[in-house]
């Protein structure tokens, strides 16, 4: 299993849980971004910046993704294309993207913005807590934990 974040709109806090869990699993950590991303140095963990432009990152992540990998993200469609792939998708507070959620968040995104469009002012997502990085956390943990197990 490898690792890929969403990484434009990744919170630095997110990021920094995921290097310790690359560098302590030895897990392959790539982060894909519109602009340059600072990684520590580590021989697992590497930054790729593509150009900008709608989705150019999003694209790049599908491209290179395989079945088994693990993506960091809160894009809905880009969650259901890589599920399609056979990949796994998790959001920055640690809430999976599975087959049975995907049609539901998708069409919920789709009704949200219908009504941004017509006017209505909804809000942005809360400010992460600590209880949406530790949820996170125990997520990550139980999905490395798992592909680790059945690798070896």
């Not at 694209?59 to 259901?80: K, M, Q, Y």
């Not at 943990?141 to 680790?148: N, P």
């Amino acid at each position: 299993m490898k690792i890929w974040v969403d990484a434009d709109a990744c919170p630095v806090v997110i990021k920094e849980i995921l290097f310790r869990a690359a560098d302590r699993t030895g897990l392959e950590l790539t982060l894909i971004a519109n602009h340059a991303i600072k990684v520590p140095p580590s021989a697992n963990i590497r930054a790729i910046q593509v150009s900008g432009g709608f989705d150019v990152a999003d694209h790049e992540i599908v491209r290179r993704c395989e079945a088994g990998d693990l993506v960091i993200t809160s894009d809905i469609p880009l969650a259901a294309e890589l599920l399609d792939k056979g990949a796994m998708a998790l959001t920055p507070r640690g809430e999976q993207f599975t087959a049975e959620n995907i049609r539901g968040r998708l069409n919920m995104r789709d009704f949200m913005e219908t009504l941004r469009a017509s006017g209505v002012q909804s809000g942005g997502p809360a400010a992460m807590s600590q209880s949406d990085r530790q949820a996170f956390a125990n997520q990550l943990d139980r999905l490395i934990s798992k592909a680790l197990r059945s690798k070896g």
